[in-house]
């Protein structure tokens, strides 16, 4: 098993620019969530999803969308890039909402 | 108030030494506990889960005190290989929030 896989790893935009991270699950999860990192702010929700076609907001998601069309995969699209979204992103899924989160290696994105 | 507090760090110990980290959580409804490591510029992955009567994973031990709302990590024998940010997780009516991470830094 491959686990939770994310696409880029790295990535620099332009402000206004858009894209979409891409992850991808293999563990027939039903609960995924995507996550920022900053530098001493631990890890914060964006959106999370908890089954195919259910999505959700988290703590942080404006200037994010998301869409859950298979249990396998669970893309987040920037829309307009801003230098605040300079960030890691993690995506996570998991078996269980309370349960341990499988994290994807990451995609550190800047935005100039 | 944060939801959930911890230790910056660093903390800075020699190898063998014995080292705790805490966290303080302001929910007292909280219901599960975790610790995750991260190591530099990896995504975090599971440590250990946090059991109300405390548990113990080799070198490692947590505990939860609910009337002072806080859980620990304790980590004996410590060695290189544990230099990394440990983050702890509580969920709350399944709201997951994480903690910034407590950075450890194990040297010869």
């Known amino acids: 098993n491959a686990g939770v896989t994310q696409t880029p790893k790295f990535q620099v935009l332009k402000t206004g620019q858009s894209m979409t991270l891409q992850c991808a699950q293999d563990m027939n999860h039903e609960y995924m969530s995507w996550y920022r990192q900053d530098p001493g702010m631990g890890l914060r929700l964006i959106h999370y999803s908890v089954g195919a076609g259910i999505t959700d907001q988290g703590e942080v998601p404006n200037g994010y969308n998301v869409s859950r069309s298979t249990t396998e995969d669970f893309p987040l699209r920037l829309l307009s890039a801003a230098p605040s979204q300079t960030s890691v992103y993690f995506c996570?899924?998991?078996?269980?909402?309370?349960?341990?989160?499988?994290f994807g290696p990451g995609t550190r994105l800047t935005v100039t | 108030r944060k939801e959930v507090e911890q230790d910056p760090g660093p903390f800075n110990v020699p190898e063998g030494a014995t080292v705790a980290f805490n966290c303080t959580y302001s929910?007292?409804?909280?219901?599960?506990f975790f610790w995750y490591r991260q190591d530099c510029r990896k995504e975090p992955k599971l440590l250990m889960s946090v059991y109300s009567s405390g548990n113990e994973d080799g070198r490692f031990t947590a505990q939860l005190n609910r009337a002072s709302q806080y859980i620990s990590l304790l980590i004996r024998d410590s060695k290189l290989s544990d230099s990394a940010t440990y983050l702890c997780v509580v969920i709350s009516f399944q709201k997951l929030v994480f903690g910034t991470g407590t950075r450890l830094l194990v040297s010869p």
């Open positions: 996570a899924s998991n078996k269980d909402r309370a349960g341990e989160q499988y």
């Open positions: 929910n007292s409804a909280s219901q599960s």
